[in-house]
């Protein structure tokens, strides 16, 4: 009965994330002993304050329908975080609260690409980005980069990206991924270029924007002309350790703003209400209070580059920011492990669930086809558990 299936849910990609992840569970039924890491989720708890908040809204009665846009004091505390911790000026009516930065930046695209524009993607990239494009029928255009530069798309290359057809340029800082940091001179230098080219907008995914180790976070939308050009999308997930309670959000041009809600209106209109009142006050609280957590992912990050360069045949970089590690695994193609023919990064992450039980994330999801994903959002005794294995299965 496929073939009753619509040509857009056939063409569109099952998340590689995903996909690694529920195969690591089905082995874990089987009785393996796997180690995942391949999730992009912290593995703290969410604070005590921001539980509170959640019980006291359940207390409260907040169950009826939320407005589409999200509840007017959320898009308030929003507006002022926009203004402490990224220097932007976003009103009330520039926010649209969602089920999750992924529906945000889906509804970015629909509301914005048409059939044939073009969407600059460098690359390494969320996985998630290339489909919503394609889904929207807009058509990605991927810019590699690589591990000896960090990851980082020059302004040279942006240039060379851009046809008459380009409408966007989407990219995470710090990167999803790759851990990558933009500082703002590096953006600077891609403002730069797209001053030249006025119909270009940009949707600048800041959601790991808090777990940055070098320095303070810089906003495209801050630059000369990019404010009115820029959607910034944030959301929850990753500093507040708010996976599951499925909250994101946008700061744009009110006019891009109305034409999301209106879109969202009719997909799945208001996120639930007992997550948003929480996010009040988790957005409300200053960034020290989940300083613990960040400084956590810094030690880990030092523990697995440590014990990754003690491996043969991977090679790392110093990842600024988010909570992954994004090593050079190209050494190993070509060759032979315990009888498996590796031939590129989904060849080698399936021999590590497979020989090493760790899960992982081929590079080739991400638009990196040499790389292989890990994240440390796990414990120090998994992590150090988890590189041991992998080290042997390599030797």
Avoid at 110 to 135: C, Q, R, T
Avoid at 150 to 171: C, G, N, S, V, Y
Wanted: net charge negative.
């Amino acid at each position: 009965m496929k073939q009753h299936l619509s040509e857009r849910i056939q063409n569109m990609a099952t998340s590689a994330t995903l996909a690694m992840a529920a195969k690591a569970r089905e082995l874990r039924g089987e009785g393996k002993d796997i180690i995942g890491l391949s999730l992009g989720e912290p593995d703290f708890n969410i604070p005590d304050f921001i539980k509170e908040a959640g019980k006291q809204a359940i207390d409260e009665n907040y169950s009826s329908y939320t407005p589409v846009n999200g509840y007017a004091e959320l898009r308030q505390a929003i507006s002022k975080k926009f203004k402490r911790d990224n220097g932007l000026d976003y009103s009330e009516k520039q926010i649209v609260v969602s089920s999750g930065a992924k529906q945000s930046l889906a509804n970015v695209a629909m509301v914005l690409l048409n059939k044939g524009d073009e969407v600059i993607l460098p690359a390494p990239f969320w996985v998630s980005y290339h489909d919503i494009v394609k889904l929207a029928e807009a058509v990605p255009i991927m810019v590699p980069t690589t591990i000896d530069t960090d990851f980082k798309i020059t302004p040279q290359q942006l240039e060379a990206a851009i046809t008459p057809r380009t409408k966007m340029l989407w990219f995470s800082s710090p990167c999803n991924p790759s851990g990558s940091v933009y500082s703002e001179e590096e953006l600077e230098g891609l403002a730069a270029v797209l001053r030249k080219h006025p119909n270009i907008f940009i949707a600048s995914d800041e959601i790991y924007e808090h777990i940055n180790f070098r320095s303070e976070h810089a906003s495209i939308a801050n630059l000369d002309g990019m404010y009115e050009r820029t959607i910034t999308v944030n959301g929850v997930s990753k500093a507040f350790a708010m996976t599951g309670w499925r909250i994101g959000y946008i700061g744009a041009a009110d006019w891009i703003a109305s034409a999301c809600t209106k879109f969202q209106g009719q997909i799945t209109s208001g996120a639930n209400a007992i997550a948003q009142r929480a996010t009040i006050t988790a957005l409300e609280a200053p960034p020290s209070k989940i300083q613990f957590m960040i400084d956590e992912f810094k030690q880990r990050r030092d523990l697995v580059l440590g014990l990754l360069k003690e491996i043969p045949g991977f090679k790392v970089n110093v990842p600024e920011g988010a909570f992954y590690v994004f090593p050079d695994v190209s050494d190993f193609f070509g060759r032979t492990l315990k009888g498996v023919q590796i031939n590129n990064s989904s060849d080698l992450a399936m021999y590590l669930l497979e020989h090493a039980n760790v899960a992982t994330v081929t590079g080739e999801a991400f638009g990196a086809p040499n790389c292989i994903r890990i994240s440390y959002a796990a414990s120090t005794e998994e992590l150090v558990e988890a590189i041991k294995r992998i080290k042997e299965a390599v030797s």
